[in-house]
């Protein structure tokens, strides 16, 4: 994590399902049980995010939820609609 508002992580190394992590940032620190192994270089979601809810890293909206995602879920396509680069996701002007 790079920003102490982000609700993922990126794994530096491929974790394993079951890995029991502390996730520190800044004065942040989340405690997190990996449901899924997650490769080198892939989000996982730190606290909750509800389905719609922004996805943040380093501090910016990369996407939206798509469903419920749980504290420890693998973050990736199947689960994040990008926002970036989306002009549909502008109101008219």
């Known amino acids: 994590m790079m920003k102490p508002s982000d609700n993922v992580a990126v794994a530096l190394s491929n974790i394993p399902k079951g890995a029991e992590l502390t996730v520190t ?55 994040l609609e990008g926002k970036r680069g989306r002009g549909d996701q502008h109101a008219a002007i």
Do not use: M, S, W
């Open 25 to 79: 940032c800044q004065d942040r620190t989340f405690p997190v049980l990996l449901l899924e192994p997650i490769e080198f270089g892939h989000k996982f979601a730190v606290t909750p995010i509800e389905a719609g809810g922004d996805i943040l890293k380093y501090g910016e909206v990369i996407g939206a939820a798509t469903r419920d995602i749980q504290a420890g879920e693998h973050v990736h396509v199947h689960n």
